[in-house]
Each structure stands twice: as C-alpha cells, then as structure tokens.
C-alpha cells in the first residue's frame, strides 16, 4: 500500500496506544459498551452502572444518530451529550460518542473524551480534517463499502491534520449475505496489524445484527488479535428506540465478558507459547 506516510507500519514496528483518561487503547484489551442511543437519562446512568459493573473501560450512546430513515428517532443531541457527561462523572468511565458534520465537531468535543466517526461518514473527508483538529482520540469506524487502504487513507487525513490518536473499528461491510445485518470482516484484524501502527476494535453489534451471533464473533476478534471491542448493551433492549434486535441486556453482557476475560488469558497463553 502507497503513501501510508503516517499511517503505515513503522520501521521499528512500534504501535500507537491512544491514552483516554487513563485507558490505553492498543496495550491490553479495551472494551466500549453502551446503547445504541442516549435515550434518557435514567436509561444511560443505569447501563452505564450495569456495563461498569461487568468490566467495560468506556462508555458509548450516540446523540447524533446517523439513521437511515429522516422520521426514525435522530438522537437528543446536546441533551443527551449532558446525560453522557453525567454518566462519565457518575461512573469514571470515558466517553465516546458519535460527531456527524462538520460544524459539531469542536463543541461535542467538549463533551466526548473519544469522538466516533461512523461507518456512513469515513470518507466524509472536510470531516476527518476537522477530527484531525479537534484535539480528541477519534474512533474511525470502517465504511460499509470500503477497503482497508481506502479506510487507512481515511486514518491518513486525521493524523495528517497533526492528530495522532486514531483508533480504527471494523463494523461489516456490505455483501450479498442477508440472513446478517453487515458481513464481519475479521481478517481485517490481522490485515490492520500487518500494515498500520494504528490500533484495531471490533464492533460485532452492527457488524451482524443478531443478537445469537454477537458472543462467537466476539470471541473470534480476541482470537484474531483485536485491541478491543465496541457492543452495544441496553438496559431494556426491547424498549430500544435504535438498533434493539442487537442491544445485549447487561446480563448478558456480563456473562459474555467472563468469556471475553478466559478467551484472553488463552490467547496469552498462546503468545507465550510462540516466545518460547
Ligand atoms: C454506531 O456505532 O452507533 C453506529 C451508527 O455504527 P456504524 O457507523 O458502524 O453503523
Ligand atoms: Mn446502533
């Protein structure tokens, strides 16, 4: 791949950790749980509470909800940003929420310790050169339609802007399969790490859609060696104004960190295996 310039593998392989208040994401495992949608207040405070509870480094809600339909529920914006901000004081954990245009970029920054660029907006170019002013970690999803050099060029407008801390997330990509919202493309994983420094999260909520398949594909982003993992949890998934069919209730979530924690320590113990 060509004029990778700050994106590509270093000479020396050294690879980039995105500090977030005290979180290092691309050293250890970092996992991003949340809803799909801020929605309330006492909806966000009480997954917030439950997704800590089970172990989750961060904290994600969208306010600003990229919707394929302009009638189906947009997000509370500004509001549900103060409900974030409640949440994080409330619980320690950083946040990460999603900025779609350009003109928010700067003030939901004030809010977000992580800003999301999703799927729908990765080549939405003026965009990322504003992400790369913003002085914030951006979290840059992988469109639904693009490959890896065209998302690593996407990462390139970022740091060439001088904003080193770029965190990649791979979320499915279109194809002919339906029975699945989005095809999770997990050999990306190893793709990213064979030519990029950047760190790499899976997101196996949009990246299939269905609920049964969320704990298997999470697990195989761990064996395949991802930095971390962005899920969607609800504190009453049927009640969901966005995205329920894919929401984990937080017991749910829980069992499946315990899965996540013994997968880990496997996949260690494989690591030490090949050191010696
Ligand atoms: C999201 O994470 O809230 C989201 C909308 O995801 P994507 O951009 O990957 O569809
Ligand atoms: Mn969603």
Redo the contacts with the bound molecule.
């Keep these: 791949m060509k004029d990778l310039k700050l994106t590509g593998v270093r000479p020396d392989g050294a690879r980039t950790v995105v500090e977030v208040g005290g979180i290092r994401i691309g050293e250890g495992f970092t996992v991003i749980a949340g809803p799909?949608?801020v929605e309330s207040e006492d909806q966000l405070l009480r997954t917030a509470v439950a997704v800590k509870e089970a172990g989750a480094t961060m904290l994600?809600g969208?306010a600003f909800?990229?919707r394929t339909s302009p009638y189906a529920f947009q997000g509370l914006g500004l509001k549900g940003l103060k409900i974030l901000d409640k949440a994080r004081r409330e619980t320690g954990l950083p946040i990460v929420t999603?900025v779609i245009d350009t003109r928010d970029v700067s003030w939901v920054g004030e809010y977000a310790d992580v800003l999301?660029?999703?799927?729908?907006?990765?080549q939405n170019f003026s965009l990322l050169r504003e992400a790369g002013k913003s002085g914030r970690p951006i979290l840059l999803?992988?469109g639904?339609y693009s490959t890896l050099e065209e998302w690593l060029n996407c990462a390139e407008y970022i740091l060439a802007e001088g904003n080193p801390d770029v965190i990649l997330?791979e979320?499915?990509i279109r194809s002919f399969e339906t029975y699945t919202r989005n095809t999770l493309d997990l050999s990306i994983v190893p793709s990213v790490k064979a030519t990029s420094h950047l760190p790499i999260l899976v997101?196996p909520?949009?990246?299939t859609g269905v609920l049964g398949l969320i704990e298997p594909m999470s697990l195989a982003a761990v064996a395949a060696g991802a930095d971390g993992l962005?899920i969607?949890v609800h504190i009453d998934p049927p009640a969901a104004l966005s995205?329920k069919a894919q929401q984990l209730s937080p017991e749910a979530f829980a069992r499946l960190m315990r899965k996540i924690a013994t997968m880990r320590r496997t996949m260690d113990e494989l690591a030490e295996e090949d050191r010696r």
């Design positions: 799909c949608a994600r969208g909800k990229p999603e999301q660029i999703g799927a729908r907006n990765m999803k992988r639904m997330c979320r499915g997101d909520s949009h990246g962005e969607e995205d």
